[in-house]
């Protein structure tokens, strides 16, 4: 498969799951950061659509339950990091810190239930 094409494989999987997170279109852009008309992703791009599709792997190893690993992202959080707000609504701020750091508070999770 080329670059190209498994770019594009990964920008489907990552825009299914933040559909399946319910994030807004709006959301899904500020996350992502794409150009509806361009598809020719930069490095920063790609590190976006990996840290989603991290923070969904590390949500399907933490919750056994589906409705758990698609509602999660939606949740109002009280934890320090997001306070009271989601995840969704922390990754939609559009920086990167904010991704990594939402990844970060995700795979925290694994070290609580492990």
Not at 38 to 62: G, K, Y
Not at 92 to 110: C, I, N, P, R
Request: with cysteine; glycine share 6%; charged share 25%.
């Amino acid at each position: 498969m080329q670059p190209e094409q498994r770019n594009a494989v990964a920008l489907r999987t990552a825009m299914t799951v933040l559909e399946q997170w319910k994030a807004s279109p709006g959301q899904i852009q500020d996350i992502l950061q794409i150009p509806e008309d361009n598809l020719d992703l930069s490095q920063e791009q790609l590190h976006r659509i990996s840290i989603v599709l991290n923070i969904h792997a590390t949500l399907r190893e933490v919750f056994e339950n589906p409705l758990n690993v698609y509602g999660f992202p939606r949740m109002r959080n009280d934890n320090p990091f997001f306070c009271g707000k989601s995840p969704i609504e922390m990754m939609a701020q559009g920086d990167m810190k904010s991704l990594k750091d939402t990844l970060d508070q995700v795979e925290s999770l694994l070290k609580i239930g492990g």
